[in-house]
């Protein structure tokens, strides 16, 4: 089973995600996709760590997400944009190429035995990036998180905390 959960920034995403995982499993996974870029995203994921109770077991995987994920378990990863991010950069920010990696992966996950709770944002309904690299990164995380929602059996909108079922 695949839960996607998409929104934009601080719309209740992780939260909602959290809630969800708790709900199907006692002991659930928290799959953290990010590198760690500065002292203030450190501060971000520190919050993030310390909005779970020791029910939550931490995983960490930039790239190789099916790799790592417990079969017959829940697990919310969190999230598909820093996620993305790693491929973009690593592929020296060839949209094409990042697709391609991310769909292979996104297919795996599919073959899990498994249920997960992906969380996307939606980052095309801001303001344009200035920069090329910016506008490239807005193209890859939409058609990402359109094949996202696609093989998922649920998916749900974010809006001020508030979930709108999709699918």
């Known amino acids: 089973m695949i839960y996607y959960i998409t929104g934009g920034e601080r719309s209740g995403k992780s939260s909602y ?12 996974y928290y ?12 501060k ?3 919050r993030h760590v310390s909005d779970r109770d020791e029910r939550w077991t931490t995983l960490e995987e930039e790239k190789q997400l099916s790799k790592i994920i417990p079969e017959n378990s ?11 991010t790693n491929f973009y950069v690593d592929t020296k920010y060839d949209v ?3 697709l ?3 769909k292979d992966e996104i297919h795996k ?5 498994a249920t997960l709770i992906i969380i996307s944002n939606e980052i095309g309904m801001g303001i344009h990036s200035e920069h090329e690299s ?17 093989i998922a059996d649920k998916a749900f909108f974010m809006v001020s905390g508030l979930p709108i079922q999709l699918k």
């Open 44 to 46: 971000r994921v520190d």
């Open 74 to 84: 829940v697990v919310v990863i969190d999230c598909i944009t820093l996620w993305l």
């Open 134 to 150: 910016g506008r490239k990164f807005t193209e890859l995380q939409g058609w990402t998180n359109q094949e996202i929602a696609r």
């Open 96 to 98: 094409q190429k990042s």
């Open 109 to 113: 996950l599919k073959k899990i035995n």
């Open 100 to 102: 391609c990696l991310a």
């Open 17 to 28: 995600a959290q809630k969800l995982a708790e709900e199907l499993a006692n002991n659930p």
């Open 31 to 42: 799959l953290a996709t990010s590198r760690i870029w500065d002292k203030d995203f450190q």
